[in-house]
């Protein structure tokens, strides 16, 4: 069987764990279990908490209370006390996704001896195991060893690097496997042997020994979206096979239950082993009893979605089971817990789960006043050195500007903050292939960028940096990840196929219709909306069109744009290297691999123009909606009072019709006239 070399202490005693007995008290012999006993089992996810531990907004600089560990927390008390057998698991995505990551990471990197701060956080709430997700391996193989404490037997971790702090739980990854030795870079999986209180037979309260295996999975797509680092290193494994091999050892070594920690969604296509969101056809893996997933930013369950993945033949949406197995995602940045409460019979062998009685829902810091819950105070004083290093870091100024930068309105067209982005790595490009890449002089370069914030998080969830001085942390608002710029070199074809990708943003609007159509397809993430703001390309997006016909009128210096016209296009790792499928964009079509971060480069393009306005930054699109005349109202929502944004974009077809859409999410209702 593979190594399963420890990431954490061999003994932890956690007694904020309220089980009758810690992980590592001896576990008296006593009486069997009678057949027949009952107990409840809780599972508490956490996932894509992306380094929120508390409730703030380092790019907005002001408290949040939508957002945080530190809210998070306070549900985990509420549900440890109605659920005296519990664990508590963190699902990913876990270290990256803040300033506070950044700062730790990048800027003042955290000593060896030192915890990183959502790891502070995470063990003063006793979590008890944890899976990976893909955005762990964003700053490197080195830094992901270092703070989880780990000792990665890999190609650029020296043999001798010591152990440093870091995680008072053990994380488990099966399916990422070191390319020297051939066995999983994690602990592929766990068994956690615990005292839980259960009622016997006749009635009575019984004390009973429980082992829950976990297992975690991460999307193969890691290997891809962060080649720069892990290329050569390490390779992966498909989330199915890889369960299929584990899963059978683990009820070998006595787990009574297995959990699978799958950093994934759940899509319906046809399972191939690279697949980013597997978790339709893990479910379909004999043996696992429950499911914590991720990734996806959304809560499951939810009986309101009409996200098609929620609504395929096997999936329950209302119960929250994925072809009858208990499955749970907290949605992200600590807006919810994840409860599972496994309802489990002992058969005079295992405990197994009576799905029956079983529940799962997604709890939300939002309460039903409209208000959250109350931060757990023991989590702020933690991390106090870190926060107010990161605020005095962000502050730093980089240049001014005379217009404000949003993404309220970037569906619709406002470019106000995705022009600055492409402008810096439209120059970063062509400025390397004129030190660098003589042979490629004579192409034309461009750049695509997204709108990274557009209220899927939220009403707060977009970007907006206002006049005056713009600093390191208004830089963050406007490029959201700390991606590589990468370029590829493409033909017109090429382009075109990528536009029409990005145009999957939209519904197709039926004119004919007299009913109220929704514009925006929300599953269809705002970061996938690529689009071009550069004065030489000019196209329409017709959403009247069926998805892959829709880009119209695609002109390149006011000439119909040529198939076969070749490009370097300016763009980042993720999606170089096929981040979001786009059609053509595997990696194979990459040129420059900058090893630069697209924030850094947009940084030091601010540093050098000094003085932004919206005549030379922000007023350039190349794209508009094609011309429909709709019977109905085509609407999408937005952060309410806003429409003055609107005109400053000159998107005139705009108009704000109520000023909370009824969603009860602080959303405006807005409409677009797509025939002006």
């Given at each position: ?160 690097a010591p152990r440093c702090a870091g995680p008072g739980f053990p994380i488990v990854l099966a399916n990422i496997y070191s390319a020297r030795t051939r066995q999983p870079l994690f602990a592929p ?241 062509q400025d390397y292939v004129k030190a660098n890449l003589p042979q490629y002089a004579a192409l034309p370069v461009l750049s695509m960028a997204s709108p990274f914030k557009t209220g899927a998080a ?219």
């Amino acid at each position: 069987m593979p190594s399963m070399r420890p990431n954490h202490r061999a003994c932890l005693v956690l007694p904020v764990v309220p089980f009758l007995l810690s992980a590592c008290a001896s576990l008296p012999s006593g009486t069997a279990t009678p057949v027949g006993a009952e107990a409840t089992l809780a599972l508490l996810e956490t996932t894509d908490l992306h380094a929120n531990v508390l409730s703030y907004d380092y790019y907005k600089l002001q408290a949040d209370p939508a957002i945080g560990l530190e809210r998070t927390a306070t549900l985990i008390k509420q549900a440890r006390a109605e659920y005296p057998n519990n664990l508590l698991i963190d699902n990913g995505d876990a270290l990256q996704g803040t300033a506070l990551a950044d700062y730790q990471a990048l800027v003042k990197p955290v000593a060896c001896g030192e915890t990183l701060a959502i790891y502070k956080a995470m063990n003063q709430l006793g979590v008890d195991g944890a899976g990976i997700g893909n955005h762990e391996f964003n700053y490197g193989l080195a830094y992901l060893n270092q703070v989880t404490a780990s000792h990665f037997d890999v190609d650029g971790v020296p043999a001798d690097a010591p152990r440093c702090a870091g995680p008072g739980f053990p994380i488990v990854l099966a399916n990422i496997y070191s390319a020297r030795t051939r066995q999983p870079l994690f602990a592929p999986y766990r068994i956690l042997t615990r005292r839980i209180s259960a009622t016997g037979p006749d009635g009575q309260p019984i004390t009973a020994t429980l082992k829950v295996g976990i297992i975690g999975f991460t999307p193969p797509g890691v290997l891809s979206w962060d080649k720069h680092w892990l290329a050569g290193k390490v390779y992966a494994e498909g989330v199915r096979e890889t369960a299929q091999k584990y899963i059978p050892q683990m009820r070998a070594e006595g787990a009574d239950l297995i959990v699978a920690i799958s950093h994934g969604g759940i899509d319906g296509e046809p399972y191939t082993p690279d697949m980013e969101n597997a978790n339709y056809h893990l479910a379909q893996v004999p043996g696992i009893d429950a499911m914590l997933i991720g990734h996806e930013h959304l809560p499951f369950p939810d009986a309101a979605s009409k996200r098609a993945a929620f609504n395929l033949p096997g999936v329950d949406k209302v119960q929250g089971t994925v072809y009858g197995v208990p499955t749970v995602m907290a949605n992200l940045w600590g807006k919810n817990l994840g409860v599972i409460g496994l309802h489990l019979q002992y058969d005079g062998a295992h405990w197994t789960v009576d799905k029956s009685r079983t529940t799962v829902a997604a709890r939300s810091t939002k309460q039903p006043d409209g208000s959250y819950v109350a931060a757990d105070p023991a989590i702020a004083p933690l991390v106090a050195a870190e926060h107010a290093a990161t605020i005095s870091y962000v502050k730093t100024p980089v240049g001014t500007s005379d217009f404000r930068m949003t993404s309220y309105f970037a569906d619709v067209g406002d470019i106000s903050a995705i022009e600055l982005v492409n402008q810096a790595q439209t120059a970063y490009v062509q400025d390397y292939v004129k030190a660098n890449l003589p042979q490629y002089a004579a192409l034309p370069v461009l750049s695509m960028a997204s709108p990274f914030k557009t209220g899927a998080a939220g009403v707060a969830d977009y970007t907006d940096v206002k006049p005056g001085a713009v600093a390191l942390n208004n830089a963050a608002d406007l490029y959201l990840y700390p991606n590589a710029l990468h370029a590829v070199k493409l033909d017109g074809a090429g382009l075109k196929a990528w536009l029409e990708k990005s145009a999957e943003r939209f519904n197709r609007i039926d004119p004919a219709s007299s009913a109220q159509q929704e514009l925006i397809n929300t599953s269809f993430a705002g970061f996938n909306f690529d689009m071009l703001t550069s004065a030489d390309i000019r196209y329409q997006i017709d959403v009247t069109q069926a998805v892959g016909q829709r880009i119209v009128g695609l002109h390149y210096k006011g000439a119909p744009l040529s198939p076969t016209q070749e490009f370097l296009v300016a763009t980042n790792n993720y999606r170089a290297s096929g981040g979001g499928n786009f059609p053509g964009l595997d990696g194979g079509k990459t040129v420059i691999a900058s090893p630069d971060s697209s924030r850094d480069v947009l940084i030091a393009y601010i540093q050098k123009t000094r003085q932004l306005t919206r005549a030379r930054n922000g007023a350039t699109r190349s794209w508009r909606f094609a011309p429909a005349a709709v019977q109905g109202t085509v609407v999408f929502h937005s952060a309410p009072g806003l429409l003055d944004l609107a005109r400053e974009a000159g998107l005139a077809n705009v108009s704000q019709r109520k000023v909370d859409d009824g969603s009860g999410k602080g959303f405006a209702l807005y409409a677009i006239d797509l025939n002006q």
